[in-house]
């Protein structure tokens, strides 16, 4: 099979390169219109944070991953990116790429299911701009297929991997109903911000948002249609919330032992999490001692993390069983799409030698020769071809190994040169 | 029928140690490889054990409820049977280990010593007593499970507090969840010892010449029902709740286990008057 694919992502560049190889939606859209057709007959287009990638199959046998690689800088040029810094891949290798980026274990976060959904939304970009056919049709079913497969079948997206996630994680270990619980974020930047949507996706109750620059706690709170408390009065509240987590830029401790004890007095000892997710710290961690208090901060969160990460490394090898049952299972429809005419070209190929010499060179025979000389000829070239033919009838076969079927179909037809276009019109 | 009743009695142990084995394997692994066979294992086992309590009921013609060993086999029956309810209502998997375990303990004790025992005296034959102990078995079922679940509520809050994520973090249900089990089953469990003492106190004196109050099995229910009593009455009423709750609820089963020791292996019956 032709795939070429070409990657810059997480371990081959720095992120300053990757930034500016990033590709927005319309951004690839454009990019399929300058390849499709020219560079890429079909193919699909996967830009992310953490990765650009390019798949496809070439206008011409001639076409390179260095064409591929050109194109794209033709469209974002980057005086600083050096060949180093793309990975290369070629037919089943860049199937099972493709395969380990939408299960998540080529990812920066191992098991992110995030990438799940923007592979299958770069297809539907594809398909869109009519960049996808019948070959890369099937290749978006096996993708799919793979990435619920490692999703279903194993643990590998399972367990917190980021502190506001684990944070999260905790506090559902604590309470198991959020709906009926109440939760205050102090701090309204990126981290706060990001802890107030997973409680918010987690169904939280109430939702209450206090940060000393009144407007960014406004902003946010808007957004996810939480109540605002002053900053300078939410200690006079704490009593009434069962979540408290702190993420602001505060260099001096906020809440201190005396402030939460007053509130659990008031709470009649309620139990109630604190999670302290700021540097340095916003919460002061003697609190941990007292009865029916949680208390997180970014070190312990961390231990969570850390452990749900070796989980998932843990689950790698099952993955990548996944990714080859499925790169084997797509590899044998491919070649039992490629044997059967592969067959008939050889024969054609062989047939059509055989007829040319025996017309140039039949006169030389007797009328009854000429006859036995159709036979013998005909008879030899059936010997010659017995084999071969045999060989490629098992690569339609699904129990034969796929990669090598390809690698050997593709080797007849250049050591025969069975030109690609016999193929098509047929 | 008597060799099946004696091969059923070795037997029971067993099928309730495989339980355990599927329960524990899971609860270990983390994994979900015998998530429905674990269940039907537990199934099969409680099916089997009621075999076994009818074979007895109907070979030694009455109920085996009138010594203490032929109780334990029926609480062991009820726990696991208690379990098998509260998993199927709660889809909550991962507290099987420590419920089953409980079971494997009584069980185990009644084969070694449950006694085939075809005369019983015709006091023990009264409907009452049926009753009576009925009651109590699904109390003290109920009161076992909810010190379990109290058990493991202190075991993942001590863990949450010291910041140990482990395998009790890592399996268990929330805090809140095994709060709400073990609060339950002591309701349920307060309940019945409520209707244990009633019909105690009105049969037991006329039932028994030498009934007295003094019994240190009447006194450690009695003593277990104010603590339910009063556990249940200040977590309703907001005045405590969690850990204090938890703790009465432990302490109650342990009165409960202590009194029943030193009843029957002491006075070797299962009341001090008989």
Request: hydrophobic share 45%.
């Amino acid at each position: 099979m032709n795939l070429l694919a070409v990657s810059i992502n997480h371990r081959t560049a720095p992120v300053e390169l990757r930034e500016v190889l990033h590709l927005s939606e319309d951004e690839i859209r454009d990019f399929i219109r300058r390849i499709k057709g020219t560079i890429l007959n079909e193919g699909v287009v996967i830009s992310t944070c953490n990765r650009t990638e390019v798949y496809g199959l070439p206008n011409n046998s001639n076409l390179t991953h260095k064409d591929l690689q050109n194109s794209l800088l033709n469209l974002k040029p980057v005086k600083e990116l050096k060949p180093e810094h793309f990975q290369n891949y070629f037919s089943d290798e860049a199937i099972k790429h493709l395969f380990s980026v939408a299960t998540g274990i080529d990812s920066l976060l191992i098991g992110d299911n995030q990438i799940f959904k923007q592979v299958k939304d770069s297809f539907e970009i594809a398909e869109e701009s009519k960049f996808v056919g019948f070959l890369m049709k099937r290749i978006f079913d096996s993708t799919v297929k793979a990435g619920k497969r490692a999703i279903t079948e194993t643990q590998i997206s399972e367990g917190a991997v980021t502190v506001s996630y684990a944070a999260v994680q905790l506090i559902e270990k604590i309470y198991s109903n959020l709906s009926k619980k109440a939760a205050l974020v102090i701090g309204a930047g990126e981290t706060g911000e990001i802890a107030a949507k997973h409680l918010k996706e987690r169904g939280i109750g109430r939702l209450a948002i206090t940060n000393r620059t009144i407007e960014r706690a406004e902003k946010l709170a808007e957004s996810l249609n939480a109540k605002i408390i002053p900053f300078n009065h939410f200690k006079d509240f704490l009593h009434e919330y069962d979540i408290v987590l702190s993420a602001t830029s505060a260099e001096n401790l906020i809440l201190t032992k005396e402030d939460i004890k007053a509130s659990m007095k008031k709470r009649n000892y309620n139990p109630c999490v604190f999670m302290d997710i700021a540097i340095p710290r916003d919460i002061d961690p003697e609190v941990k001692n007292i009865d029916y208090v949680f208390y997180n901060d970014i070190d312990s969160l961390n231990i969570i993390v850390q452990q749900n990460l070796v989980k998932r490394k843990e689950e790698i090898p099952k993955v990548e069983s996944i990714i080859n049952e499925e790169a084997s299972s797509f590899l044998s429809w491919y070649n039992s799409l490629e044997a059967a005419p592969t067959i008939k070209n050889l024969r054609d190929f062989f047939e059509s030698i055989r007829s040319e010499e025996v017309d140039k060179n039949k006169n030389r025979f007797s009328a009854d020769d000429q006859e036995k000389l159709e036979i013998v000829t005909k008879r030899i070239i059936n010997k010659i071809l017995h084999h071969p033919t045999v060989e490629l009838k098992k690569y339609t076969e699904s129990n034969i190994n796929s990669g090598d079927a390809a690698m050997r179909i593709s080797i007849i037809k250049e050591l025969f040169g069975i030109d690609k276009k016999n193929i098509k019109e047929e | 029928m008597k060799d099946i009743i004696d091969f059923s009695n070795i037997l029971l142990p067993f099928l309730y140690i495989i339980t355990f084995i599927f329960y524990s394997y899971d609860f270990m692994k983390g994994g979900n490889r015998f998530v429905n066979s674990k269940r039907l294992f537990l199934f099969l086992t409680i099916l089997f054990h009621l075999f076994y309590l009818l074979l007895r009921t109907i070979n030694f013609d009455h109920p085996p409820i009138t010594n203490v060993f032929e109780i334990f086999t029926v609480l062991a029956f009820a726990i696991s049977f208690t379990y098998f309810i509260l998993e199927l209502v709660t889809d909550i998997r991962g507290t099987g280990p420590f419920i089953i375990i409980i079971s494997i303990i009584f069980q185990t004790i009644s084969t070694f010593y449950i006694q085939d025992l075809v005369q019983v005296k015709e006091v023990l034959r009264n409907h009452l007593l049926g009753i009576h102990v009925f009651t109590a078995l699904i109390g003290y079922s109920a009161i076992t499970i909810s010190a379990v679940y109290g058990l493991l509520y202190l075991i993942l809050y001590k863990d949450i507090k010291l910041n140990k994520f482990g395998l009790i973090f890592d399996r268990l249900p929330s805090l809140d969840i095994l709060e709400k089990l073990s609060f339950y089953s002591s309701v349920i469990g307060f309940v019945f010892l409520t209707w244990t003492i009633i019909i105690g106190i009105i049969w037991l004196p006329k039932a028994f010449p030498k009934f007295s109050y003094t019994d240190p099995k009447l006194i450690g229910t009695f003593l277990v029902w104010v603590l339910y009593g009063v556990g249940i009455s200040t977590k309703i009423f907001g005045k405590w709740q969690g850990r204090k709750v938890v703790v009465l609820s432990i302490i109650g089963f342990l009165i409960a286990i202590m009194s029943t020791i030193l009843t029957n292996f002491l006075a070797k019956s299962f009341h001090s008057f008989y």
